[in-house]
């Protein structure tokens, strides 16, 4: 009997996100990545809010670091494995038999939630993560996908998946990204 490699819906979610986000980077020659003087000055780029409370996400440097290992315990996350992002950045995933979790830290593009905003669909949801402006996306059955603004050039994206409801917490996938996020939050350093 032959097997097929499976991959993990948090990890297609995780690739689909990556993509957007990698795909946004390019732009037209002589135009500025940044934003316009015809934007608000309380959003950044494509309408992102600005984020008023920065943070260092390159303060940690192993995304596998983002949480502590009594937060994964907490979130029954386990079996962490380093990747890659399409912009080359560093990211982690964990998986077990009843989630998986990937996190991916932007702070080489220097765009932080513009990008994902480029890319905004008509079911994505804007929300807040303990002060900072977040977006919900690639809501799709047992999974969600949450991008977090740490700074207005650094962000960071979770994507999960559950696959057996055994927290009751887990039953609101997107509110449970939330919760992922705002522990990654708490472990940041302000910005300098």
């Known amino acids: 009997m032959t097997h097929m490699r499976r991959f993990s819906p948090s990890i297609l979610c995780l690739a689909a996100a990556a993509m957007v986000m990698a795909g946004c980077t390019s732009t037209t020659p002589g135009q500025a990545s940044t934003s316009t003087g015809s934007q608000s000055s309380a959003a950044t780029g494509n309408g992102a809010p ?3 409370n920065p943070k260092n996400l390159k303060a940690i440097a192993d995304p596998c670091q983002l949480l502590t290992p009594q937060q994964l315990q907490e979130i029954g996350a386990s079996e962490s494995r380093p990747g890659k992002s399409p912009w080359g ?33 008509s079911d994505s949801e804007e929300t807040t993560v303990n002060g900072h402006p977040s977006l919900r996306y690639n809501k799709e059955g047992r999974s969600c996908a949450l991008g977090v603004g740490v700074s207005d050039t650094q962000t960071f994206s979770i994507s999960m998946t559950v696959l057996r409801d055994v927290k009751p917490e887990y039953k609101d996938r997107c509110a449970f990204a939330e919760k992922v996020a705002g522990m990654v939050l708490s472990n940041l350093p302000p910005a300098s």
């Open 89 to 121: 950045e560093e990211s982690c995933t964990w998986r077990n038999d009843n989630l998986n979790l990937a996190i991916a830290p932007d702070t080489t593009q220097n765009q932080g939630l513009s990008i994902l905003y480029a890319n905004k669909k």
């Open 50 to 52: 600005k984020v008023t």
